[in-house]
């Protein structure tokens, strides 16, 4: 049993028929994986940025509102009032990358 196996294990060292078609297809799938990182670094910024455009749209809405008091057959109501004050990082483009630098 040991020779059987012995040839079986030469035989298997010695068949190289699919070795052309397997680098091949390691050349094209790292080509594939090279194109989706790209691809996904640039998905990645878009999402960021249609992110940030709601984040701007949101911080615009103008949220003030005022209700005036009410008086009248000797009954009366007091108004209310609020007014929405800008918030830090309120604005678009507030994600925005700078200029690379080195780390000298």
Do not use: H, K, W
């Not at 059987?4 to 298997?12: D, G, I, K, S, Y």
């Not at 949101?58 to 057959?73: D, E, I, K, P, T």
């Amino acid at each position: 049993m040991p020779n059987a196996l012995r040839t079986l294990a030469v035989q298997f060292a010695a068949d190289d028929a699919g070795f052309i078609i397997s680098a091949e297809l390691v050349l094209v799938s790292t080509i594939a994986v090279l194109g989706l990182v790209v691809g996904l670094a640039e998905v990645s910024s878009a999402v960021n940025q249609e992110l940030e455009d709601v984040g701007a749209a949101f911080g615009s809405l103008n949220q003030s509102f005022n209700v005036q008091g009410q008086a009248g057959c000797g009954a009366s109501a007091s108004g209310t009032y609020f007014e929405d004050f800008s918030d830090d990082c309120d604005s678009q483009c507030d994600i925005s990358c700078g200029p690379v630098s080195s780390e000298s």
